[in-house]
């Protein structure tokens, strides 16, 4: 779907902050109107308060919760044109010698599984694909590129980030009959409240150019770009 995106429908997941809160304001800005789906949407307030947003609860770690979201935006919108499953944790900052169980856990519960519970339960709900077409994208991360891992440790969040890229790349041929395309952006080292502030960009930039990617006509089944356009080798 080259082009400018506006005029449509927007689910972001993980809307209250960061790069998800970013996302919202620039679908909105560019005239969508967008379902943003937080865990505590009563907190969202300066979401709340922009016109073309509506808010559902979501917690992507239960299944129930996820179910009851898919529930809200069906009442919502017959068709999603796009989701961006924006939700993800860091975890501990912990290296090779104190990672624990729960620490891996912890990341592949929210970082692989959410994403693909919040799929899953859009597409039973009927508003992916369809007449129309669907871009499901997943903001994933360069740390899950096997390729691009120098300097080790980061076991968690590195192993979930992975794993939701190949859980991206299964979507994109199992929902490729069904109109969708499902694809990954990674955001850039971005300051926001999951890097301390730390980071080469501001969440803008970041957002800016993700939804450049999604604008710009590029091949997105199945494909990984970052914000700047540039291709990440898996
Ligand atoms: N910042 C970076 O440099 C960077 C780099 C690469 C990739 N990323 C990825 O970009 C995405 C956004 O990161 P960020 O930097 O904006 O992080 P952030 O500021 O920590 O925000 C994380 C967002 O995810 C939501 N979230 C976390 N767990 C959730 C759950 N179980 N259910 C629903 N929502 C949940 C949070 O909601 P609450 O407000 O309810 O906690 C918040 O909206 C993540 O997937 C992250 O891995 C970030």
């Not at 967008?34 to 947003?53: D, F, H, M, N, T």
Request: aromatic fraction near 6%; charged fraction near 15%.
């Amino acid at each position: 779907m080259p082009g400018a995106i506006t005029g449509k429908t927007v689910v972001v997941v993980g809307g209250s902050r960061g790069i998800g809160a970013e996302f919202v304001r620039q679908f909105v800005a560019k005239g969508n109107r967008v379902i943003a789906g937080c865990r505590q949407p009563s907190q969202a307030k300066e979401l709340a308060a922009l016109e073309g947003v509506e808010l559902a609860e979501v917690d992507i770690t239960s299944e129930q919760s996820v179910e009851a979201f898919a529930a809200s935006v069906q009442q919502l919108t017959p068709h999603a044109d796009y989701v961006i499953n924006n939700a993800g944790v860091y975890g501990r900052r912990v290296g090779f010698k104190d990672v624990t169980a729960q620490d891996m856990l912890f990341a592949f519960t929210t970082n692989a599984i959410g994403p693909l519970l919040v799929t899953k339960a859009l597409h039973k709900a009927g508003v992916l694909g369809g007449q129309q077409p669907t871009v499901i994208a997943t903001v994933t991360s360069k740390m899950g590129s096997v390729d691009d891992n120098t300097s080790g440790g980061s076991y968690a969040y590195r192993a979930s980030k992975a794993a939701v890229n190949i859980v991206n790349k299964s979507l994109s041929i199992d929902l490729a009959p069904n109109n969708c395309i499902a694809t990954l952006l990674h955001p850039g080292y971005v300051m926001t409240d999951m890097t301390g502030g730390a980071g080469l960009i501001d969440a803008q930039t970041s957002v800016a150019g993700m939804i450049g990617v999604l604008e710009s006509g590029v091949e997105l089944q199945g494909a990984w770009h970052a914000w700047d356009g540039k291709v990440i080798p898996w």
